[in-house]
């Protein structure tokens, strides 16, 4: 049977729907009805011609040959009941009666019909009180008290018969500050334009949340579990993680104990130290790439900051876990051969290669070594690439880590300095504690370890950095970026100009500096991307936690003066720095370096894996510097700490413009050229 629809409304009033108004049918089905509040009632009517007819407020309509054919039809009848609620000024002396409000004032709301006695008024304000009592308020004229309020405020009358039919009618009154509301000082703010939200917020995060992970913190506890014996149901380490922390360092014990089996060292009595490398190297396999995967993708955004998000970016709407998620997905790209999307950079250099097959990737805690038919893509570095930056291990060096841990072992075998007097005269470490063992063990596997002059190569060949010293001798590189150092400091004085600019709310910030800047950098940083970056970067971050692993032993504190007062944030640290001072090495403090590491790495990350070489839209560079302000601002501090050069200084001059240029290894010798000097005129006097 059609369906018909009746609607019931108000004439020459507001023209609202008339709620529970009685609708009677008759004619070959026979029903009798009452409307909703949006005025409406529908039926379902067999073919054939009705007598229609509503009522309410004693006012009736009726239609006497409605004919209801085969197709859906809606009827409309209009009561001629005229509800009606306006708003006027109270008139007072010295205020006439026009249609203005300012705070405090009375005004009357009126309610048409007004002369029925049979009828309720049940009134409804957005903000503000009535005079009137609750028990005297149901009449048609009410007054409204306005004080405290400021804009645009709602009024409704609900008018109904007793127990039956209802009409809601409203009207609205802007209300100004009254005069006396301006003296003294008025505040006016600015808040800066929300932003647009872009595709890649997501891998930002996923970037920052993998840097965390791999942080000297989370290191130490799961070496204190794979090493030490630790439980993870410890209370020390239940008060460091939460529960989804544990979870992942318990992924990486198992990562341990497969890597166990198949990592040995042909050398006797080495087995504490063969243990501390393959549970460092399975601590970074779990943690460098594994933010990649969808469920733990989903993890991470779960678990983000969203308020300190928001803040930084300010986008509209705000983000939150779901959104992140959507982002992500819409974000990755899908290419042929692979289940998972994977990273919009990784999927144009995949379409450069489309004659070779993607091969399940070789498995690292497993049995099998090669992939699928020996040849093709590994399925791995496409879906789950190891976000670790070769620039950590750069700064971490020139902080002279490695070099304290070097001077350790040369005397750890009796070796003397060759010049003056031995300032580890009185290292003495007993056999008794494993510090001994795990050392020996150190100086053993010396030949399966990086050298420094790989080392070196490898920095100029991503970033064109170099190393000064006696260990280092004059290289001669294939490939060098040479204007890698140049374009990534320009990038990071841009973005200081664009951070200026955006805290200024009267400018709205130009991203395009921004672009460009990152444009270049890409470049230069995906052309470095050969050869050894498959697995040097990882090789060397290995050997350096295990070395700030070694510096934490809580042995060193009798074999090198520290300055128990500093708060450094990791353990290892002021070993550096005591040896630093003991050799008359650079007085810059290691914390400084470790900065540059961190924040230069998640830097670099977020340039080298974002497809910015097809990116035309300012608001994506305008989000990725908000974004990563504070690492940006973090960088230029630790480099000003380290070389005594300001990246955010105007060049003005060539010499400027030639410092922000110039290697760290040529300005830290500088330093420590002065600073020997001012030692030296001091014993003089």
């Not at 229609?52 to 309509?61: K, L, P, R, T, W």
Request: glycine content about 6%; overall charge negative.
């Amino acid at each position: 049977m059609p369906k018909v629809t009746i609607l019931v409304k108000d004439k020459g009033g507001a023209e609202s729907p008339i709620d529970k108004a009685r609708v009677f049918i008759k004619g070959p089905v026979t029903q009798n009805p009452e409307t909703g509040a949006d005025g409406r009632t529908s039926v379902e009517l067999s073919r054939g011609k009705y007598n229609i007819q509503v009522e309410a407020f004693g006012v009736q309509a009726e239609d006497k040959n409605f004919n209801v054919a085969d197709q859906p039809i809606e009827k409309t009848f209009a009561l001629p009941v005229g509800v009606t609620c306006t708003a006027n000024q109270k008139k007072q002396r010295g205020v006439s009666a026009e249609d203005e409000f300012k705070a405090g004032d009375t005004v009357i709301l009126r309610a048409t019909p007004d002369k029925r006695n049979d009828v309720n008024y049940a009134w409804s304000l957005e903000a503000g009180s009535l005079l009137e009592e609750p028990d005297k308020q149901n009449r048609p004229e009410v007054h409204w008290d306005t004080s405290n309020l400021r804009g645009i405020y709602a009024a409704t009358v609900t008018v109904s018969e007793k127990g039956s039919a209802s009409i809601t009618a409203g009207t609205s009154v802007t209300v100004m500050p009254s005069a006396g509301a301006f003296a003294g000082t008025v505040p006016v703010t600015l808040h800066r334009t929300a932003n647009i939200a872009t595709a890649d917020l997501p891998l930002w995060v996923i970037i920052r949340k993998s840097s965390e992970a791999l942080q000297f913190a989370n290191y130490q506890a799961f070496m204190d579990v794979v090493l030490c014996g630790k439980s993870l149901d410890s209370d020390e380490l239940k008060s460091i993680f939460d529960p989804t922390e544990l979870k992942v360092i318990g992924r990486k014990e198992e990562g341990y104990k497969g890597l166990k089996s198949r990592r040995f060292l042909p050398y006797t009595d080495t087995d504490a130290y063969r243990l501390l490398k393959v549970a460092t190297e399975a601590f970074l396999i779990v943690n460098c790439g594994v933010w990649f995967t969808d469920g733990d993708a989903a993890n991470v955004f779960t678990d983000t900051n969203f308020p300190a998000l928001n803040n930084l970016v300010t986008v509209d709407p705000p983000l939150d876990a779901s959104s992140l998620t959507a982002f992500f997905d819409q974000y990755r790209v899908a290419v042929n051969g692979v289940s998972s999307k994977i990273l919009p950079y990784l999927a144009f250099i995949r379409r450069k290669l489309p004659d070779v097959d993607i091969k399940a990737a070789a498995n690292v805690f497993g049995e099998r070594e090669f992939p699928e038919d020996c040849y093709g893509i590994l399925q791995a570095k496409l879906t789950n690439p190891c976000l670790i930056e070769l620039i950590w291990s750069y700064w971490h060096e020139q902080g002279m880590l490695v070099q304290t841990l070097n001077a350790i072992s040369a005397r750890f075998q009796n070796v003397r300095t060759p010049i003056g007097r031995d300032p580890l005269a009185n290292l003495e470490i007993d056999p008794l504690r494993p510090l001994n063992n795990l050392l020996w063990g150190y100086i053993q596997d010396e030949q399966h370890r990086l050298s420094v002059l790989r080392r070196v190569y490898e920095y100029d060949h991503h970033y064109g950095l170099t190393l000064q010293g006696k260990a280092v001798p004059p290289i001669r590189t294939a490939d060098s970026r040479s204007k890698f150092l140049e374009a990534f400091h320009n990038l990071l004085y841009v973005s200081w100009l664009f951070f200026k600019e955006d805290d200024d709310t009267t400018v709205l910030a130009d991203g395009f500096p921004v672009l460009n800047a990152l444009k270049e950098v890409h470049l230069l940083l995906s052309e470095g991307a050969h050869n050894q970056f498959g697995d040097l970067p990882e090789t060397a971050r290995v050997e350096m936690l295990m070395q700030q692993w070694l510096l934490a032993r809580p042995e060193f504190r009798e074999y090198l003066p520290t300055r128990i007062m500093v708060a450094y944030p990791e353990p290892w640290m002021d070993r550096v720095d005591s040896m630093k001072s003991l050799q008359s090495w650079t007085d810059v403090s290691i914390l400084h370096f470790s900065n540059l590491g961190i924040f230069g790495e998640r830097i670099l990350l977020s340039i080298r894996f974002g497809a910015w070489s097809t990116v035309n839209d300012p608001a994506q560079a305008a989000n990725w510097a908000r974004f990563w302000r504070a690492e940006i601002q973090n960088y230029v501090h630790a480099y000003r700490a380290v070389t005594s050069v300001d990246l955010t200084a105007e060049v003005t001059e060539a010499r400027q413009a030639a410092l922000r240029s110039a290697q760290p290894a040529l300005l830290l010798q500088q330093r420590l050229v002065m600073q020997r000097q001012r030692l030296q005129m001091a014993r003089s006097f």
